[in-house]
């Protein structure tokens, strides 16, 4: 039961990509997992892996049946039980209740992931106390960058105020595949300049991605061979491993 938090306080770096895609490659190398939804605006990762109708004016969310292999199950908090699937999705997480919502997760999963609004909020914060890992991803470019620096700010003060290091990894999101533009280079020194730790392996700009926002199929199930789905295998080892080590070492100081 770990809690990895993605964060940022840009829109469209790629965290509900990254949610969206961790989710399911945890979940297919039989880790369960849970989903916080805490955009309460663009619920991209709850429009993925769930569909919405209206009832009485509320939004009621049924979980797909149709991604291969994976049970997916929403949880709308009517119920204290927890539903048991591959994937729990929970969907509309507030403020007032994404601590509970993280908490009720975390118990009965193994791997718990957040995703976030574009912007610094309670929420988020909630969510970084909570994180075992915060992955915050950058576009290549300044502004990105500027706001990058910001959340790991955040989640450096949010580990003090916890009194524990709350340990982070910069994703570079949306890397250009082939050649590397000098501005990503740029921007990876910069990173390195200010000591920000960063994962080995970035998320390429595929429009696989972009597909999958709209066919609902993940890049590992459209098109296993490809390099979107090659690029997120690698990826999700990295974060797995990170996670892993993270967890051992905490438990070390324990
Ligand atoms: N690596 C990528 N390659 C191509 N398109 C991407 C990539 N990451 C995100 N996108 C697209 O950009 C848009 C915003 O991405 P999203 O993951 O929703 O960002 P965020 O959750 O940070 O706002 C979506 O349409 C998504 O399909
Ligand atoms: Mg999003």
Redesign the pocket.
Known sequence: MSVLT?A?Q???????????NLAIHFARDNYKVGIVDA?LI?Q??SEFFADRTKEAGRDVWTGRDDIPGLTVRAWDRSSPQVPDASIVLAPQADQDSIGDIIQALADVTDVVLC?LQ?SANIAMLHAIHYADLVLI?VQPSNDDLRSCHSTARHVVQAGKSARRTIPYRIVI???STGFRPEVEKVVEQALDNANLPRLRTP????????R??FSRVAPIFDEPNGG?ARNLEALYTEVRDTLAEIVAASRETA
Request: cysteine-free; proline content about 3%; charged content about 25%.
């Open positions: 993605v940022g840009k829109g469209g770096s790629g965290k509900s990509t990254l949610v969206r955009d663009q991209h990762s995703d574009g991803p999101s949306r890397a998320v390429f700009e595929r429009t696989a991605f972009k999958a926002s979107a």
